[in-house]
């Protein structure tokens, strides 16, 4: 049903529920930032036997991240949001924290691993909140990135034996 009054945003979506989602989606942002540079680190810095299959796949992992990132930040402007933008609050928001110095190779992937199942938990919550503030489209977006995420972490893991 379309609702439109000052009480909905530009897509028919109560505000108030908006609020909450938008508060969730700015702190996934974050956790996606910090994941991202971690990522960088792993990449830049893994060494050993293994460099020259993970050094390109971690590449492609911040890659997807960084198109990931863009696509969150505008769906907050979608919802009526300002996405964060700054390091330091990214700092204050995240549910991963930074990973600093690490070379080993099964370390960094055991740190990618750590990593993806943050998203994927953090994501559900969004999912789950969206729905319930009938916001079907951030749910389809993040339950699109859980899936691709899961599938990941088979693959590190696989890696890992
Ligand atoms: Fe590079």
Request: aromatic letters at 10%; hydrophobic letters at 35%.
């Amino acid at each position: 049903m379309s609702k439109t009054n000052n009480a909905t945003n530009q897509i028919g979506l109560e505000k108030s529920d908006m609020s909450e989602v938008i508060a969730k989606l700015n702190s996934l942002l974050s956790s996606y930032h910090m994941f991202y540079i971690n990522v960088r680190g792993y990449h830049w810095n893994v060494k050993g036997e293994h460099f020259f299959t993970l050094h390109p796949k971690f590449e492609e992992l911040y890659t997807s991240l960084q198109v990931e990132i863009d696509v969150i930040a505008e769906r907050i402007l979608t919802l009526g949001g300002t996405p964060l933008h700054a390091y330091s609050d990214f700092s204050q928001h995240t549910s991963i924290q930074e990973d600093k110095n690490v070379k080993d190779g099964n370390a960094c992937v055991k740190g990618v691993v750590t990593g993806l199942q943050s998203l994927i938990a953090e994501q559900r919550e969004v999912s789950a909140l969206a729905v319930e503030s009938e916001d079907q489209g951030t749910a389809d977006l993040v339950d699109d990135y859980v899936q691709q995420q899961e599938k990941l972490i088979w693959m590190y893991n696989a890696f890992l034996g």
